[in-house]
């Protein structure tokens, strides 16, 4: 039988950046070991069973399939969550507009609608860390609701719910403290589309019209027939696109407008507040 350290050699061929943590991490979930158990115990041998499995997924990793989607799950703030071809595989990015969301002073019952909802990642964080406000989520995608349910129903997450809806079609007459989105903003001729991760993930979660810009225009031109006065708008974007989304909150009438940047040092979260009536 191979040992822990034999197996996880052959695996050293493994495309990315980070082949040696891709390969632990799938030897660890065929055995049902930590990480810190892999390390303590190299020369521990593996029973074939469990070595053909782990030569299955290093197939699938080979192939290029995001480990993400070769497990079925992806771990975002303090949540294990489940994912699949139907939903973008969430970012350590995106945690970013997480943080910023927690530090409003929003109502103690706030409203809070996450638009493209996918996994649920963003609305199930939020609701794990404030159990009274009211997360709402929806997506285009049935598949991605369905992913997002089942997310909010394995960790219990009963301030929580998540319905089929085009951006703000479904949600026609009512109004929240808090609209947050990661919605598509990438060039469809864009480079990265065609490297990496990314090569399986929904295009239509991805890919928006007007150089990356279509849907963050429609989000924040909306915005205000959703918004009770005071509410905030966060919106993820591309790195190069913190200018245009500033002009475009500016534009429609938002204040106290800033961009957040993610752990790179990049512009990735645009918001402001809406004062209006």
Not at 29 to 47: A, F, G, I, M
Not at 115 to 128: C, K, N, P, R
Not at 187 to 209: I, K, N
Request: proline letters at 4%; a negative charge.
């Amino acid at each position: 039988m191979p040992t822990v350290a034999e197996l996880l050699a052959d695996a050293s061929t493994l495309p990315g950046e980070s082949a040696r943590r891709d390969a632990e991490i799938l030897l660890c979930h065929c055995l049902e070991k930590s990480r810190t158990w892999l390390y303590t115990w190299p020369e521990s041998n593996v029973d074939t069973a469990q070595a053909e499995r782990f030569s299955s997924l290093l197939a699938s990793r080979f192939e290029g399939v995001p480990v993400a989607y070769i497990l079925g799950r992806r771990e975002f703030w303090s949540l294990n969550l489940q994912v699949n071809e139907h939903t973008l595989i969430p970012r350590p990015e995106t945690e970013t507009l997480v943080e910023w969301a927690l530090s409003l002073s929003l109502p103690g019952r706030a409203a809070v609608l996450d638009l493209g909802t996918g996994s649920g990642a963003i609305a199930l964080a939020l609701a794990s860390e404030r159990p009274d406000w009211r997360l709402a989520g929806v997506d285009a995608s049935e598949g991605a609701l369905q992913v997002a349910i089942a997310n909010a129903t394995e960790h219990a997450l009963s301030n929580s719910r998540f319905f089929l809806s085009n951006w703000y079609e479904g949600v026609a007459g009512q109004y929240f403290d808090l609209l947050v989105s990661n919605p598509p903003y990438v060039e469809g001729g864009d480079s990265h589309l065609s490297q990496g991760d990314v090569r399986f993930e929904p295009v239509s979660a991805l890919v928006a019209a007007e150089e990356g810009l279509a849907d963050l225009r429609e989000l924040v031109s909306r915005a205000p027939e959703h918004l009770r006065r005071g509410g905030w708008l966060l919106l993820e974007h591309g790195f190069d696109q913190g200018e245009a989304v500033r002009t475009l909150l500016h534009q429609r009438g938002f204040t106290q407008i800033e961009t957040r940047l993610d752990l790179a040092g990049l512009e990735r979260i645009s918001g402001g507040q809406w004062h209006a009536e």
